[in-house]
């Protein structure tokens, strides 16, 4: 009854909106508030919100921005040989603060192995993404050759685009000499991000990477490696799997987007965006935190947010 009673609590004190006192209002992501602390900071709120299909979700899910965010910090100093991050410092579960970057209208996603969006496309009979070939007689979740790099431009609302390395160099979205330093340094960062995994019993499939630019310098931003940019699968039982055209067990959003799909919503003009019932959402924050464990090898510990906005505005000071 008392396990009931706590679960009941984290479903109903859920960050879904913030508000720092004494500060301007914050730029509203899907999953992020930025408030700007300074010309050169950001204070970055990661909520529990949850988006899919470029969607948020009505309803939150309990510790998912703490997860989030912590997870993010053990993969930025993870890659931080790699590339600058944008991370300054994590003074709070739920809050980064970060160098305030300009960002890049484009974010790369690495895929690995044909699946997701990519097997949504090849199923319809397509052989190239985004610029990037799949050779034929491929079936689900079977790893490419070599990992292709498949670019989005970044919107604002409703979807990104996909968009060809070709296309974002003749409109200028991006500069030559930069578009090279990511297109490197992406492929460096999912080798490592492969083996971050690979040490831990899982399969990096696919991750999302957006970049700024800090006093010229590429820099990575937003966050890396994480449950909503990423998607694992477990390394144990994959082969077979494979072989048996059975569904991967897998860590990742994927699953939420599936439930969706079987409502009878894929972010279509028209569909209803349905509500997520607790016992679902409780279970989203159940794999959550199984990936944080899994992948840091750490437990994971929440920090109270029962009053977390009283709290943000002085948190947030410390950094004007």
């Known amino acids: 009854m008392q396990a009931d009673e706590h679960r009941r609590s984290h479903l109903e004190n859920c960050i879904h909106h913030t508000s720092a006192h004494g500060l301007p209002e914050p730029y509203r992501g899907k ?10 900071t950001l204070g970055i709120v990661v909520t529990d919100r949850i988006s899919a299909f470029d969607h948020i979700m009505k309803q939150a899910i309990p510790f998912k921005g703490q997860i ?40 790369v996603v690495i ?48 979807h990104d685009k996909d ?19 990511i297109w490197e340094k992406a492929f460096e960062l999912f080798e490592r991000g492969t083996q971050i995994a690979a040490d831990q019993g899982l399969i990096l499939v ?25 998607r694992y699968f477990y390394s144990e039982g994959y082969d077979k799997r494979l072989q048996n055209h059975e569904p991967q067990k897998q860590l990742s959003k994927e699953f939420l987007r599936e439930w969706l799909m079987e409502k009878g919503f894929q972010g279509h003009e028209g569909q209803t965006l349905p509500d997520l019932p607790d016992t679902f959402r409780w279970s989203v924050y159940k794999r959550y935190k199984e990936l ?3 992948l840091t090898g750490e437990p994971f510990i929440p920090a109270d947010t029962s009053a977390f906005n009283q709290e943000l505005g002085a948190i947030l000071k410390q950094y004007v």
């Open 31 to 40: 999953v992020r508030d930025v408030y700007t602390l300074n010309p050169s």
């Open 206 to 230: 696919d991750t999302k990477y957006e970049f700024g630019l800090w006093n010229g310098e590429l820099t990575l931003i937003d966050e890396v490696h994480t449950t909503d940019s990423s």
């Open 292 to 294: 944080y464990e899994v």
């Open 68 to 107: 989030l965010n912590l997870l993010s910090k053990y993969q930025f100093e993870a890659v931080s040989d790699i590339l600058p991050t944008h991370m300054i410092d994590v003074p709070h579960n739920n809050i980064t603060i970060a160098k305030r970057c300009e960002p890049l209208p484009v974010e």
């Open 163 to 181: 968009i060809s390395p070709r296309e974002i160099l003749r409109s200028g979205l991006v500069e030559k000499k930069i578009w090279d330093e």
């Open 111 to 158: 895929r690995g192995y044909l699946t997701g969006h990519a097997w949504r496309e090849y199923k319809d009979g397509k052989r190239t993404l985004c610029g990037a070939s799949m050779p034929a007689g491929m079936v689900e979740n079977q790893p490419f050759p070599e990992p292709i790099l498949t670019p989005a431009t970044k919107a604002e609302e409703g």
